[in-house]
C-alpha cells in the first residue's frame, strides 16, 4: 500500500511511557518516523489519517491461543469435530482474533495434529485473514493425565484429546512427529486439571519426559510451552528449560525463586478466564458456582492471582492468555484477561498494556521489531476511540477500534469519507 501518515493521535508506544501527542509515518510494513507534536513530518506522497485525538497503540498479543478449540462444554466435543469443519471453524477464529485488535497470537495447542499448522501457512499465504501466528501440536499428555481421554475399553490414540506418551522414547517420536508436521512450538501437559478428573496440584509427567521434550525441540530450533498448574510442575518447567510456562497457579515460593532466577528466559500466562468464569460462569452448562469442581476452581482464581502479583513485584513476565475457545468463554472476548490483571493481580493499566505489547513482542520471538511504536518496527498497529490507560476496559469493545493494521496493512480500515466521522476521524486529501 501507499505510505501512510497517522497525525493527530496520542501514541501509547508499548515501552510503558505514558502517551504523547504525535505522528507516525508508515512505509511498506514497517514504521518509518515517529514523531512528538504535530506537523512535523512529511506529508507528500502519503495518505494522511487525522486521528482526531485517539490513541495509536501496537496491537495487542494473546499469550494462550486456540484456534481451533469450538466454544463447546468439554474437551471431547472439541476434538471429535470432524476435521474439515474444524479447519473452516478454525479459520473463522483467526478472524476473530484480528477483528478484536490481537495482531499476534501464540498457540497453545490444536484439538488435532496439524491443524494450527494449516491455519498459521493459510494466514500467511494470505488465504485467510488473521494474526501472526506461531503455530502448535496436539497437547503432548502422559498416560492417565491430562488429554489422555480415551475410555479404558478403547485405547486407541485417536480417540484421545491429546497426543499420548509414555517415556522418554515416546515423548522423542512425539516430539519429532510434530517438527516434521511444521509446528513452531509443542506443548506438554505436565500437571492436572480439575475438571478432566487430574488434580490441578498433581504432576504426572515426569523429569525424563519433560528432559527429552526439550531437548529434542531445542535442538530443532522450536520452543515448547507446557500446562504446569502445580508447584513441581513449575520448577521442572524452568529446571528443564521450558519456555512458556501456562497457568503456574500453585507455584511457590521455591517455584518463585526459580522462575526469578531465570526469568530472562520465561514467559508466564496465568489464563485466568478460564479460573474465574469456570467457578462462577459454567452453570447453564452443569458446574454450578456451588459444585465441588467450581470451588476448587474459585480457590485456585484466588491463589493464582495471590501467585501473579507475586510474579509482578519479582519482574517476571506475566502475559494475558485465558484459554478462550469454551461455551462460558468464547473466543472474541480475549481482552477480558486485561481487566483481571488489573483488578484481581495488582497491574497497573499501564504494567498490563505493556504485558500485551512489549512482552507479547517478545514471546512471539521478536522483541526487536513487534509490540512497540518504535522506528524500524514492524507496522502492527490499532486505533482506539478512548485512552485505555484510563480504562482499560474499552479495549474489550471492538467498535473502538477505529483501524486494526497488520504488517503495513489495513485489516479494519479507518472512515475514508473526507468528513469527519462520528469519532471525529477523518483522511486529509
Excluded at 495487542?60 to 486456540?66: L, N, R, S, V
Excluded at 472474541?332 to 490483571?341: H, R
Aim: proline share 6%; glycine share 10%.
Amino acid at each position: 500500500m501507499a505510505n501512510v501518515l497517522v497525525t493527530n493521535v496520542r501514541i501509547l508506544d508499548g515501552t510503558g511511557e505514558y502517551p504523547y501527542t504525535g505522528e507516525v509515518l508508515i512505509q511498506g510494513n514497517r514504521i518509518r518516523r515517529v514523531a512528538r507534536g504535530l506537523r512535523s513530518l512529511p506529508t507528500v506522497g502519503a495518505t494522511v489519517i487525522d486521528g482526531a485525538g485517539a490513541t495509536l497503540m501496537p496491537g495487542m498479543t494473546e499469550a494462550h491461543t486456540h484456534f481451533s478449540w469450538n466454544d463447546q462444554p468439554d474437551l471431547e466435543s472439541i476434538q471429535r469435530m470432524p476435521p474439515e469443519e474444524h479447519t473452516l471453524w478454525a479459520a473463522k477464529v483467526a478472524k476473530t482474533y484480528i477483528d478484536a485488535g490481537f495482531t499476534s497470537c501464540v498457540g497453545a495447542a490444536a484439538a488435532k495434529p496439524r491443524l494450527d499448522v494449516v491455519v498459521r501457512n493459510a494466514i500467511n499465504s494470505g488465504l485467510i485473514p488473521g494474526p501472526r501466528y506461531l503455530a502448535n501440536g496436539q497437547e503432548i499428555a502422559t498416560t492417565g493425565g491430562l488429554g489422555d481421554t480415551s475410555p479404558p475399553h478403547i485405547p486407541a490414540p485417536e480417540l484421545s484429546f491429546g497426543w499420548v506418551v509414555t517415556g522418554p522414547e515416546d515423548m522423542r517420536r512425539a516430539v519429532r512427529m510434530f517438527i516434521k508436521y511444521g509446528v513452531d512450538l509443542l506443548k506438554l501437559n505436565i500437571s492436572g486439571e480439575e475438571i478432566a478428573g487430574v488434580a490441578a496440584e498433581e504432576t504426572p509427567m515426569c523429569d525424563d519426559e519433560v528432559a527429552m521434550a526439550v531437548s529434542e525441540a531445542h535442538r530443532r530450533g522450536r520452543r515448547v510451552c507446557a500446562h504446569a498448574r502445580s508447584a513441581e510442575s513449575v520448577k521442572m518447567c524452568v529446571r528443564h528449560g521450558v519456555d512458556i510456562i501456562y497457568h503456574a497457579s500453585y507455584a511457590d515460593e521455591e517455584a518463585l525463586d526459580m522462575l526469578e532466577a531465570a526469568k530472562d528466559r520465561h514467559f508466564v500466562a496465568p489464563a485466568l478466564a478460564w479460573l474465574f468464569r469456570t467457578g462462577r460462569d459454567a452453570g447453564p452448562w452443569g458446574i454450578r458456582p456451588d459444585s465441588p469442581i467450581a470451588i476448587k476452581y474459585q480457590r485456585e482464581a484466588e491463589i493464582a492471582c495471590e501467585t501473579m502479583r507475586k510474579m509482578l513485584k519479582r519482574g517476571i513476565r506475566v502475559l494475558p492468555g485465558g484459554d478462550y475457545g469454551f461455551a462460558w468463554i468464547p473466543h472474541g472476548t480475549n481482552a477480558k484477561d486485561l481487566e483481571y490483571f488489573v483488578d484481581h493481580c495488582g497491574f497497573s493499566t499501564m504494567e498490563a498494556i505493556v504485558s500485551t505489547t512489549k512482552w507479547g513482542g517478545e514471546i512471539m520471538g521478536r522483541p526487536g521489531e513487534l509490540g512497540q511504536i518504535k522506528e524500524g518496527y514492524l507496522a502492527d498497529l490499532i486505533l482506539v476511540d478512548g485512552d485505555p490507560v484510563a480504562n482499560i476496559r474499552i479495549l474489550q469493545d471492538r467498535t473502538r477500534l477505529l483501524f486494526v493494521m497488520k504488517d503495513g496493512e489495513f485489516h479494519k480500515a479507518p472512515d475514508m469519507a473526507p468528513q469527519r466521522s462520528r469519532y471525529g476521524m477523518g483522511v486529509v486529501a
